[in-house]
């Protein structure tokens, strides 16, 4: 069954859950980044018009692999690399 969230209640249950456990919330800052860098990826994509069967041609990666990367199951450095480059970009620091 679907459950219909609320996300102001999601958010004071995470503020509840990890106030008192710091390694808890690392792990939820940790899972934030990652999806945001995954849905960069996906809006960076998009925004130059690319598919993934695109984005496969361009860096040698399979279309699947492209797809598994794109949900944040796996991908090595390499791998991210060369999805980047397939849209003309680069991975870089930054200080948070």
Same mark, same amino acid.
């Given at each position: 069954?679907?459950? =219909?969230? %609320? ?12 106030? $008192?456990?710091? +390694?808890?919330? /690392? ?18 994509? =998009?925004? %130059? ?12 990666? $399979?279309?699947? +692999?492209?797809? /598994? ?28």
């Amino acid at each position: 069954m679907l459950v =219909k969230s %609320n996300p102001v209640e999601e958010q004071k249950k995470i503020a509840e859950l990890t106030s $008192s456990d710091e +390694a808890l919330m /690392r792990q939820h800052k940790l899972f934030l980044a990652e999806m945001q860098f995954k849905q960069e990826l996906i809006n960076k994509r =998009k925004a %130059n018009a690319l598919s993934q069967k695109d984005i496969s041609e361009r860096s040698g990666l $399979s279309q699947q +692999a492209v797809s /598994r990367l794109e949900k944040g199951n796996g991908g090595t450095i390499k791998s991210i690399i060369k999805y980047l480059s397939a849209m003309g970009c680069s991975l870089t620091l930054k200080e948070s």
